[in-house]
């Protein structure tokens, strides 16, 4: 499993840690209206998959922008931000927020994501911040685990992988 901390202090991850390489595992997370998502529901699409602790935090908001921002230069890349917020705090962060581009998922029913993607926080109940790249075969072209929760990620990278991902 993937090495992260939050706040310096080491965390347990639950899951899988996927790789490049891997089929990507399948999850059932809830939209911003309740209605079930899945890998599946996206088939057929790049997707770039972040996940984060909460919308409500620093970094996480300005991760977040920062891939909505990006999303006009990425063509037919399909953007998703998991975390355990419920989806009517995602929906309200998304409308204060100016958020259009970036669809925000709810895993806070039964971390359907966190444990496929190994990002499950054990001692928190949240989701470790990562970043995967799905192509449109459903294949992981490109993994971060962020070592650091409270840190961000690599944007550049992340970036250029999706743009890359056929």
């Not at 998922?105 to 971390?111: A, F, G, I, P, V």
């Not at 993607?117 to 109940?125: D, F, K, N, P, S």
């Not at 075969?137 to 056929?166: G, R």
Request: charged fraction near 25%; charge should be negative; glycine fraction near 4%.
């Amino acid at each position: 499993m993937a090495t992260v901390t939050f706040k310096e202090n080491p965390i347990t991850l639950l899951g899988n840690e996927v790789k490049v390489g891997d089929k990507a595992p399948n999850f059932t997370v809830l939209a911003n209206d309740l209605s079930e998502v899945t890998l599946e529901s996206t088939k057929g699409q790049v997707r770039l998959i972040t996940s984060v602790p909460s919308l409500d935090t620093g970094v996480c908001d300005a991760e977040t922008r920062r891939f909505n921002e990006e999303a006009n230069n990425l063509g037919n890349v399909k953007i998703l931000t998991v975390s355990v917020d419920l989806p009517f705090a995602q929906k309200r962060w998304c409308a204060a927020s100016g958020i259009e581009s970036v669809q925000t998922l709810s895993d806070h029913r039964d971390l359907s994501f966190g444990e496929a993607y190994g990002v499950a926080i054990q001692e928190l109940r949240l989701l470790a911040r990562a970043v995967f790249v799905v192509d449109s075969n459903d294949n992981v072209t490109y993994v971060e685990y962020v070592s650091e929760a409270t840190n961000h990620p690599n944007y550049e990278a992340a970036l250029e992988a999706a743009k890359a991902a056929k």
